[in-house]
């Protein structure tokens, strides 16, 4: 045979599982042979970029991860912090874009059964959920079908299987038209010396698989949908979408829990994308350890399944679970009395090799280690775009001076009721926010707030991201969203003690993804850093493009504060009429990259501020301090909108008859900049006015400006500007856009 | 009058269906809040002996799959409800418990998908129209009360004979209604029939209702609205005992 | 020797009974640009495989699963048909 | 002139579809003693009444709307049968 005909020969195996010629001729290598059929298949998907992780790697190492806090850091499923009193809470968030592109409702709830199987996985009883979505905008019937769906298929999953769904948030921008994000975040709490690894530990244990049957669904699915650009060829992949059994999957985590909570078990892994080849490799090699397994033993939905079905099915609902010898009995009575299967299917072994059994044939041994720490990892070309400059080039704007009420008065009825800012209630009351009876704050508001079961504390929950941010300068985008999930935590009166992030990218293969990637990793570690809250894992989706067109970068970060006292949780409705109405933190702020400017000027454009993250701190530390204090009777961060939309949203929660403002905003820029501009480290408090100085002095001590801008009450909404009246509203009037916009397109 | 009720511990059941996922809510509110005696109860049990009431959690028995409730109302704990109502036996099905209930016949009419197709979770109020319930027990007639719903089928279904029964026998216990009490407008969450949030039996003794209780016992969480009602079937229990035991 | 068949039922809300999902559907129809349909209702489609010693046997089996659980009588029809399955086991 | 139809459409999840609510029911079924019961799969029976010019448009217009809105192509396969409806319109 020829050298050409050589190398011919091959090239058909390496193409049709995604490895490159390179990565074919590695995998030789480190096998020292070529790979029969299915282990080429199990290589492929497990070096395939949403396993791997080969392109992001080297920068996702510069985050930070450790904290006296951090019981557990990236490389688990989960992450685990620890609240203090014996108890901890684990968390994770994770995306399931593609799916959900293809058929949202069971994209979205199979995204969601994933996430949650992450959180039992480390012996956690998941208690809360929280999602990020982005679509194109609503004017588009598609677009509406698409958040639809994604919704109910949220709640058809998050409501039967009895976790509640607290918090999320929801953006439309013309990017996510045909790559729509959706991202979802899994809450647990377990007790701080009782965390479950995904390890193969013991040589001799055995292994089960447990929970739902294995079919031939999802064959390739998550794991080579999410590795490639959306494009004709990912349609023809339909037949593969899966569907989420909920029911199944609560008495998963009743059982699984249940187990943990014994000493029967050494590690727990659950089976997402590329199945039983990844759950069994990655805990192998994480102990060190080799594994075996009997694809016969695996029990099946479909008959005629071939070996390579079984080690690739990414059917849902199913874990594994290393277990002690002699101890199988007790696995297999746990999931019994739950009405679910457990098969033993194999056991650790010492000599790091993963085999793969068919009965008494072997049909695939190979270092487990190759599967996933020897997977290729790239350092790929980065580099900014060409336009960088002119994106942040902002246009001279026509507009008038603050004293046009009528003008400013308008523009913010319209703010209030474009897709960005007008309320969510049409998607969260789909949702069970309430079940399990914890919910102290529930959505609506800067952040959720949770009583911690078995402790005396609570947590306070946001997820934030912004891909305009993140697509008009990526480092300063990054810092500012880490910035404003802390914020949000604060707002509650929370102590931000760590987070978790979900990276939603177009394809890695442009320098513009890595250069974006690699800025947005450097500024989410510098503030992370900055803030104390470490980095404790998270999820990268590359290839978020269609036809060439990518998704703008959108980090979305997941922020867990610590609130000591549940009875001193703050929200950010006004309480009373006559309370003082302050503004913490910075005083000004621009127009760069603002729902104003693309809602009235239709623009994306101008470059975000560096955000002053030791004031940010101070700022936190000054709103945690007046919370415990008591100073506080309300606290709304200022973030899309600006000010004046800050103003209204606190006049919409405000208890009865504490509705209305009469204010006067420092005149620090133009009347837009002043009632729209967005910026970090500013949040809108109110305070009963005996409080006021002991407020304003805390702020002096913590060196946070802090200005008195007005008082609540009234059913009026007035701003002034340096004297001229720039907005006058009945809160009533403005209410209505706001809270009937989103009902009114998705009827 | 309310001192020995203040006092008085019961034996709650909590029966817990696969699927069920109101049942540590239902546990938590009479254990820890009322300071009831709690025991779960598996929905293969044979027997409730013992239990001074019973109560069939919200949550998804089976996944909800064909109807409702549908699956969990064939379970075998069920017959044994079914001897403990018939005893004259307190029993409360909340949202999902209240729809095994109807599946049961333990109850009539059925809850059929909202009017608007979707999930609802959010608060209503509901207004008392029977007081002679266990769970209505000392609560005046046309109270309102605000409890929070969560729930896809709750829209209460029956045929128009049962329905008239139901209002002339007074088996309509909680009504929809907005906050001044009132029916009509948007009070009706899910379009049941004739308002109907929650009904009883003709004994009086088994109730079943779609709004939770369970979840507004403590002021921090959801209001204290929910106290009253599992509060009621302690004073009804109460009130029972002493006239069996004459005071003693 | 039992044999195996196939049960198709269809189960269908009463006449009487307000059909919400079939209302939703009519009116999506209509929004699409259907403009000739007048009516939709939407009912369970349910196709149970079983063994039994004949078919009487089976229609008997299939009869009580309707009415115990794949039908409410309160607010629902139900009807089916029987077909016998090809593969025939001993 | 056109005439009334009636559609009986039959939307099925395509055979390798977990189908969660066809387990669940099969489980029960089997707890309730039926023990030939070998498998259960649930989908929609949907009804549509329409008028339309010649049966081969109502065929065609019934076509469409289950593509478009009563069946999802990515997991659920339909069949349907069409009668003429009772009542003719001029
Ligand atoms: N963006 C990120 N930041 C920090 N850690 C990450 C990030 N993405 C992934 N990780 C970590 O890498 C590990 C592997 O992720 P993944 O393979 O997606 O896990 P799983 O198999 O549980 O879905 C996890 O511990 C995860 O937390
Ligand atoms: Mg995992």
């Known amino acids: ?4 005909a050589a190398r011919a020969a091959p090239a058909a195996r390496w193409e049709r599982v995604g490895l490159t010629e390179d990565e074919y001729r590695r995998l030789v290598d480190l096998l020292g042979r070529e790979p029969n059929d299915l282990e080429l298949e199990m290589v492929g998907v497990m070096w395939s970029e949403h396993c791997s992780y080969k392109s992001s790697k080297v920068h996702l190492r510069r985050l930070p991860s450790e904290g006296p806090q951090v019981l557990m850091g990236p490389g688990e499923n989960a992450g685990v912090l620890d609240l203090g009193d014996g108890t901890a809470v684990a968390l994770r968030c994770e995306s399931h874009n593609h799916p959900s592109a293809v058929e949202p409702v069971q994209g979205a709830a199979t995204g969601v059964g994933g996430i949650l199987r992450d959180i039992f996985t480390v012996g956690a009883r998941p ?6 979505l982005r679509f194109g905008p609503p004017e588009r019937e598609r677009n509406r079908y698409l958040l639809g769906g994604v919704v109910s298929g ?4 998050g409501n039967p299987v009895g976790v509640p769904t607290v918090g999320g948030e929801v953006y439309f921008e013309d990017c996510y038209a045909d790559n729509p994000l959706v991202n979802v975040m899994a809450v647990g709490v377990l007790p701080r010396d009782r965390i479950v690894r995904g390890r193969a530990e013991g040589v001799g244990n055995p ?5 739902a049957r294995t079919g031939r669904d999802g064959i390739h699915g998550a794991s080579l949908l999410a590795s490639r650009e959306f494009d004709q060829q990912a349609e023809d992949l339909r ?12 008495l998963l985590i009743e059982a699984c829990l249940e187990l943990t909570a014994g000493d029967a078990v050494v590690g727990v892994n659950d089976l997402g994308a590329a199945g039983l080849t990844s759950a069994c490799s990655e805990t ?29 099915s990414e059917s849902q609902e199913r874990m594994l679970i290393i277990a002690r010898a002699g101890r199988e009995d007790e696995v297999r009575r746990v999931f019994t009395r739950w009405g679910l299967e457990a098969a033993e299917i194999g056991r650790v072994t010492g000599d790091g090799m993963f085999r793969v059994r068919d009965g008494d044939r072997v049909v695939a041994e190979l270092p487990a280690r190759i599967l996933t720490e020897q997977a290729p990892v790239y350092r790929r070309p980065a580099a900014p775009p060409a336009d960088l400059e002119e994106r942040w080039r902002l246009p001279r704007l026509e507009e008038p001076g603050p004293g046009d009420t009528a003008h400013w008065t308008a523009a913010l009825e319209r703010l209030l009721g474009s897709p960005n800012l007008c309320s969510r209630r049409w998607i969260w009351q789909q949702y069970d926010y309430q079940v399990r009876t914890n919910t102290v704050v529930v959505p609506g508001a800067d952040a959720a707030v949770l009583r911690v079961p078995g402790s005396r504390k609570g947590i306070a929950l946001a997820v934030d991201g912004n891909g305009r941010l993140a697509w008009l300068d990526p480092d300063r985008g990054a810092r500012l969203i880490v910035a404003e999930a802390a914020r949000n935590v604060a707002c509650t009166g929370a102590r931000p003690l760590g987070l978790t992030n979900c990276l939603n990218f177009a394809s890695p293969e442009r320098p513009e993804t890595m250069w974006a990637f690699s800025a947005v990793i450097d500024g989410m570690a510098e503030a992370a850093r900055a803030l104390g809250t470490p980095v404790t894992g998270g999820n990268v989706s590359f290839y978020n493009e269609t036809m060439g067109r990518g998704v703008y970068p959108t980090p979305v970060v997941g922020m867990l504060g610590v609130i000591d006292d549940l009875e001193k949780v703050v929200t950010p409705g006004f309480k009373a009429e006559g309370d003082a109405l302050v503004l913490l933190g910075a005083p000004a702020a621009g127009l760069a990259g603002s729902e104003y400017l693309k809602v009235v000027h239709g623009l994306v454009r101008g470059r975000p501020p560096l955000v002053d993250l030791d004031l940010e701190r101070r700022l936190i530390d000054l709103l945690v301090e007046a919370a415990a204090a008591g100073l506080l009777r309300s606290a709304h961060d200022l973030s899309d909108g600006g000010a004046a939309v800050a103003l209204a949203e606190a006049c919409f929660a405000a208890e009865p008859g504490a509705a209305g403002a009469e204010v006067a905003l420092p005149e620090a820029g133009s009347a837009a900049e002043v009632l729209f501009g967005e910026g970090p480290s500013r949040v809108l408090v109110s305070t009963a006015p005996g409080d006021l100085q002991r407020l304003l002095d805390l702020a002096g001590r913590l060196a946070v400006p802090a200005a008195v801008i007005g008082a609540a009450g009234g059913g009026r909404l007035r701003i002034r500007i340096g004297g001229a009246l720039a907005v006058d509203a009945e809160v009533q009037r403005l209410h209505r856009p706001w809270s009937e916009a989103m009902a009114r397109w998705m009827a | 009058m309310t001192a020995p009720a203040a006092h008085a511990r019961f034996r709650f059941a909590v029966i817990v269906f696969p699927g069920s996922n109101c049942d540590v809510d239902a546990h938590r509110a009479l254990g820890e809040v009322l300071g009831q005696d709690v025991e779960y109860v598996r929905h293969d049990a044979g027997d409730l002996d013992g239990y001074d009431a019973v109560i069939l959690p919200g949550g998804f028995s089976y996944g909800d799959a064909l109807r409702a409730g549908a699956i969990a109302a064939l379970s075998p704990v069920m017959a044994a409800v079914e001897r403990f109502a018939s005893a004259g036996g307190p029993v409360l099905g909340i949202c999902n418990g209240f729809q095994i209930l109807c599946e049961a ?13 979707k999930f609802r979770c959010h608060d209503v109020f509901v207004r008392v129209e029977a007081g002679r319930t266990p769970f209505t027990w000392g609560i005046e007639p046309g109270t309102v009360l605000r409890m929070p719903i969560a729930h896809g089928e709750g829209c209460y279904t029956a045929p128009p004979e049962v329905l008239e029964e139901l209002e002339r026998r007074g088996q309509v216990v909680f009504r929809y209604v907005d906050a001044a009490g009132r029916r009509g407008g948007d009070a009706n969450p899910n379009g049941s029939a004739h308002d109907i949030a929650g009904i009883c039996n003709e004994a009086g003794n088994v109730v079943g209702l779609m709004p939770h209780p369970e979840r507004c016992v403590e002021r921090l969480i959801g209001g204290e609205d929910g106290r009253r009602v599992l509060g009621a079937a ?14 003693r | 020797m039992s044999r195996q068949f196939t049960a198709h039922v269809r189960v269908t809300l009463k006449p009487g009974v307000v059909d919400p999902q079939g209302r939703a559907v009519l009116g999506a129809l209509q929004a699409l640009g259907f403009a000739g349909v007048a009516d939709v209702r939407v009912g369970k489609w349910i196709a149970v495989t079983l063994t039994a010693e004949s078919e009487d046997a089976a229609r008997g089996a299939v009869d009580a699963m309707c009415r115990r659980l794949l039908a409410n009588p309160v607010l629902e029809d139900y009807r089916f048909e029987l077909t016998a399955g090809a593969g025939e086991r001993p």
């Open chain 1, 284 to 312: 192998a090699s994480r102990a060190g350890q080799g594994i075996e397994i009997d694809v016969a033993r695996v029990p099946r939905r479909e008959p005629g399944m071939t070996p390579d079905e079984v080690m690739l």
């Open chain 1, 239 to 250: 037949p593969e979408v899966q569907v989420g059994d909920p029911f199944l999957e609560k």
């Open chain 1, 207 to 211: 292994v089960f698989v447990v929970g």
């Open chain 1, 154 to 157: 949220i709640a058809g999953y």
């Open chain 2, 234 to 247: 302690v004073r009804w229990l109460a009130a029972r005992r002493e006239l069996v035991t004459g005071g």
């Open chain 2, 105 to 117: 016949g333990l109850l009539p009419g059925a809850l059929h998908r909202n009017r608007d197709l």
């Open chain 1, 1 to 4: 045979m020829d050298a050409e």
């Open chain 1, 127 to 132: 208690i809360a959920l929280l999602d990020s």
